[in-house]
């Protein structure tokens, strides 16, 4: 009897096998479903910016102010009869000079030296 159990066990182990590691099976369906869900959140980030550059084209081929801005902007272009100032950053500071340090300008005055008696 006991040889009966493990002869069932060894063969239902073996119709398992395949349902789980085979090809089809079920850690290949898991994987393949995390796959799927990154490549989800990619095409919905890719889907966002494509619209937002769909809405700009829409814009600079109906109307004349999307053009006027870029060319305001990034190409620095006025208007006829328009004043163009234009007001630099602020450099950076420099970095002040350090002091000289004190021990430096206190060895530096040496005492006159008394004159030898003779």
Same mark, same amino acid.
């Given at each position: 009897? %006991? ?5 069932? =066990? ?5 119709? @398992? ?15 393949? +479903?995390?796959? =799927? $869900?990154? @490549?989800?959140? &990619?095409?919905?980030? =890719?889907?966002? %910016?494509?619209?937002?550059? +769909? #809405?700009?084209?829409? +814009?600079?081929? $109906? ?8 060319? %305001? ?13 234009? &007001?630099? +950053? ?7 000079? #350090? ?5 430096? #300008?206190?060895?530096? $005055? ?9």
């Amino acid at each position: 009897m %006991r040889w009966l159990a493990v002869g069932l =066990l060894v063969v239902v182990v073996l119709l @398992q096998a395949p349902l789980w590691i085979g090809k089809g099976g079920w850690l290949r369906v898991w994987d393949v +479903d995390r796959q =799927l $869900q990154q @490549q989800k959140e &990619i095409n919905q980030t =890719l889907e966002m %910016r494509n619209a937002g550059l +769909d #809405a700009e084209a829409r +814009d600079l081929k $109906q109307g004349y102010e999307a053009i006027e801005e870029r060319a %305001r902007f990034e190409l620095g272009m006025v208007k006829q009869d328009e004043v163009f100032v234009q &007001i630099p +950053d602020r450099p950076r500071a420099a970095p002040a000079v #350090a002091p000289v340090a004190r021990s430096a #300008a206190v060895t530096a $005055q040496v005492a006159p030296a008394k004159p030898a008696k003779r």
